[in-house]
């Protein structure tokens, strides 16, 4: 007889033997399981968040918003850091365990009949969890889901809801093989959830108001229809004042970090389409978190982790790393080969004095030599065996008042807080 956990086990094994990527990307797989289950995407009022960096932070904001404000919220978001249940979560509470296995179990069936019809109709692996996550989120009864698109945007697995409020945060490269080369394209897949309900963008691309025009919705640009005035931005806090329909002074952030001010922007401006007044707005910013976004794992040395995966991201991160002020900086950094890791390394190196480089625990990770002979270009680097061990070194290497950072992506992070003991 198998146990609970080993049926766990099975679920999300078999989860993650299902294929990632198909030869033609297409709503088609999702819009047929979902069919199947009864169009469950139709039964909660959606909150859709795209864009190249921030989607979860933002995301994370705007469910805490609501739920400060006395409705049930589910949250959809992806990856995870440590636990597969960390992508489906309903009033703060992930999803169980035996839920997963339930809904496997019921979805499972279907996918096989797909995957054998002559119309050879394959969902793939963000289609099957984004269905699951929907039957659960229409079984719980939530009020609101804030989804969080997974890639691009016109063709995600997400992109069968009609929101209430649709969120483009920014717009940067990345992707380039499947979004297109330039960021005009990335803009225009990103723009494609843009539909029933008002857009909140952080980016006037005009492929986005191109968008906002055809569907003839009302479009809010970040610094040209509402913006944020920083206060007091610190290693302890992150204070500001929203100009937008009102004025909402004194609003605090859990997170830290300049390019959060941003991502609150958006999310303040998305409660106010939704009619979310200021208490709730106050409340659900400072209750707000989401773990690996410029987050102090230790203190002493200081370790900080952030999960910039890009450019983009990459350079927000540089900007805010003021907020601990002038420090000597050791980077453990790895990151997957589909990335734009030497730009990232680039844009790291103005702030870095020492790089050691690893390899996450996964196929697609890039190799720690190929980094090395990148990293050498900039500053004294070496390699470790694993990530474990690199954060390991970093740590013997601090002096006082050095940092340890821990950057390049998400899927470094359990082993990187594994050995800081900060799971």
């Not at 409340?283 to 707000?288: E, H, S, T, Y």
């Amino acid at each position: 007889m198998t146990s609970r956990m080993g049926e766990y086990q099975d679920a999300v094994d078999w989860l993650f033997q299902v294929r990632r990527f198909g030869p033609d990307r297409t709503l088609d797989p999702i819009s047929r399981l979902s069919e199947l289950l009864g169009d469950p995407q139709n039964r909660f009022k959606a909150i859709h968040i795209g864009g190249t960096n921030g989607k979860g932070s933002t995301s994370a904001m705007i469910a805490s918003i609501l739920r400060a404000a006395g409705f049930s919220v589910g949250l959809f978001t992806s990856p995870h850091l440590e636990r597969f249940t960390e992508r489906i979560v309903v009033d703060g509470e992930e999803i169980p365990e035996k839920d997963i296995v339930r809904l496997t179990k019921l979805i499972r069936p279907i996918v096989e009949r797909l995957d054998s019809q002559p119309q050879r109709v394959h969902p793939l692996f963000f289609d099957i969890v984004t269905a699951l996550a929907f039957k659960y989120f229409e079984e719980r009864h939530v009020d609101f889901a804030v989804l969080e698109v997974g890639l691009g945007g016109r063709l995600d697995a997400t992109n069968i809801v009609n929101p209430l409020v649709s969120v483009i945060t920014n717009i940067s490269l990345e992707h380039t093989q499947v979004l297109g080369d330039t960021v005009l394209k990335i803009a225009y897949e990103k723009a494609g959830i843009i539909k029933s309900g008002p857009c909140i963008s952080g980016s006037g691309n005009e492929a986005i108001r191109r968008r906002a025009r055809e569907v003839g919705v009302p479009l809010y640009v970040y610094e040209e229809d509402f913006e944020c005035e920083e206060r007091e931005v610190n290693s302890e806090k992150t204070g500001f004042d929203y100009v937008g329909k009102e004025r909402i002074e004194g609003l605090e952030l859990a997170m830290l970090g300049k390019f959060q001010v941003r991502n609150a922007g958006l999310a303040v401006r998305a409660a106010e389409e939704l009619g979310i007044g200021e208490e709730s707005i106050r409340k659900g910013l400072k209750k707000a978190k989401l773990r690996g976004r410029l987050e102090v794992l230790c203190k002493e040395p200081l370790v900080v982790a952030d999960v910039a995966h890009n450019p983009g991201g990459a350079s927000a991160l540089v900007e805010s790393l003021g907020v601990f002020g002038e420090r000597r900086k050791i980077i453990v950094f790895g990151c997957m080969k589909d990335k734009e890791w030497r730009d990232v390394l680039k844009i790291l190196a103005r702030v870095a004095d020492r790089f050691i480089f690893a390899k996450a625990d996964m196929e697609r990770a890039e190799e720690p030599e190929k980094l090395l002979e990148e990293g050498r270009k900039y500053c004294e680097s070496e390699i470790a065996e694993s990530i474990g061990e690199a954060v390991g070194k970093a740590l013997e290497e601090a002096g006082e008042g050095d940092m340890v950072l821990v950057t390049g992506s998400l899927y470094i992070m359990k082993e990187a807080y594994k050995e800081v003991g900060a799971l």
